[in-house]
């Protein structure tokens, strides 16, 4: 079974760029979520998908962070226009279906997102 | 609020000694508690999972952890150290479906 994969591995950007990273959950994983970590910081959650649909996005820093699950599969990240504090780590990661367990999420490897 | 506090950010062993790495928590009520670990370029892997069951939990690679209610304490154990753990570790509790994370645990092994 392949796991969480996330695209790019790095991305080097000049702030007031575009960028979009991707993230395939495994096959089957009805919750996908994105984390972010910044230099020196925690891991900290940005959002989570039931499906296609955004079940909590308490996290996410602010409008100029937007991200989408078309079709329930994959899913995007897009930061426009990105600043110099966006830099970090951005984690995604997939779990089962909750109906009150709580099942482990599985992480993909990160993409590391670096703004000049 | 859900909380968890690594109380060391980084511990230093030898090849064959015991691994204590610590981490509070705060909860308002029964938590599900995690340890994760992160080896250099790889993404994030479940150690082991607490959801209330057995209060001693047993991970893969020869890791456990305790929990604690008393103490609100969750920390991570193996009795014998291996060059292979040298990683980052990571205390986290559950907060419905979002993760919680501590700051971290950078472990270094010795030969």
């Known amino acids: 079974e392949a796991g969480v994969t996330q695209f790019p591995s790095h991305s080097v950007i000049e702030k007031g760029q575009t960028v979009t990273l991707r993230c395939d959950p495994i096959?089957?994983?009805?919750?996908l979520y994105w984390y972010r970590r910044v230099m020196g910081k925690e891991i900290k959650f940005l959002l989570h998908f039931v499906k296609e649909s955004k079940q909590d996005e308490s996290g996410m820093p602010n409008n100029r962070f937007l991200a989408e699950r078309t079709g329930g599969t994959y899913s995007t990240l897009k930061v426009q226009p990105a600043e110099l504090e966006d830099s970090g780590v951005y984690f995604c990661a997939s779990s089962h279906r909750t109906s009150g367990k709580t099942y482990e999420q599985y992480f993909g490897p990160g993409t590391r997102l670096t703004v000049t | 609020a859900q909380s968890v506090t690594q109380l060391d950010s980084h511990v230093s062993v030898s090849e064959g000694t015991p691994v204590l790495l610590r981490c509070n928590y705060s909860?308002?009520?029964?938590?599900?508690l995690f340890w994760y670990v992160q080896h250099p370029n790889k993404g994030l892997q479940l150690l082991l999972k607490y959801t209330s069951a057995a209060t001693l939990v047993k991970g893969i690679n020869g890791f456990e952890a305790e929990f604690k209610k008393s103490e609100t304490s969750f920390h991570l154990t193996k009795p014998s150290a291996h060059m292979s753990d040298a990683a980052e570790y990571f205390c986290v509790v559950s907060v419905v479906t979002a993760l919680i994370f501590g700051k971290g645990t950078t472990l270094s092994v010795s030969s």
């Open positions: 909860s308002s009520y029964s938590p599900s």
């Open positions: 096959s089957g994983h009805d919750n």
